[in-house]
């Protein structure tokens, strides 16, 4: 079983940055594919951005792409999403979540969040405009 820890939310002007980490307790999570999803009050939680096992391959939603990058730090059992010109529109819960299917391919990565066996609590992200 993998806990995962998200950290580093918080409140922050637009245009602004912060960076969430996500890190994983029980079991290490370095052979797990990681997605990042969001959800704002009254909206349906949504994709933000993945990272393969291996951290060769990541795919990101149209509205963050060039702003968030998504990367990991293996010594660390670490996940992290920068988050770079925030929006107001960014504001939500964002959830960190990992696979269960580590005999997958190492570049194996996934937008679908049926796709993970382990999410954390969630960490707000306020940008105020």
């Known amino acids: 079983q993998v806990q995962l820890v998200e950290s580093g939310g918080g409140l922050v002007q637009a245009g602004g940055s912060l960076r969430l980490s996500c890190a994983a307790s029980?079991?290490?999570?370095?052979?797990?594919?990681v997605g990042w999803f969001r959800q704002a009050p009254g909206k349906e939680r949504e994709f933000v951005a993945t990272?393969?096992?291996?951290?060769?391959?990541?795919d990101y939603a149209d509205s963050v792409k060039g702003r968030f990058t998504i990367s990991r730090d293996y010594a660390k059992d670490t996940v992290y999403l920068q988050m770079n010109s925030l929006k107001p529109e960014d504001t939500a819960v964002y959830y960190c979540?990992?696979?269960?299917?580590?005999?997958?391919?190492?570049?194996?990565?996934?937008?679908?969040?049926?796709?993970?066996?382990?999410w954390g609590q969630g960490t707000q992200v306020t940008v105020s405009s």
């Open positions: 979540a990992a696979s269960g299917r580590t005999y997958y391919s190492s570049t194996y990565y996934s937008r679908s969040a049926p796709s993970y066996d382990y």
């Open positions: 029980g079991r290490t999570f370095s052979s797990a594919a």
């Open positions: 990272i393969s096992s291996s951290g060769s391959r990541t």
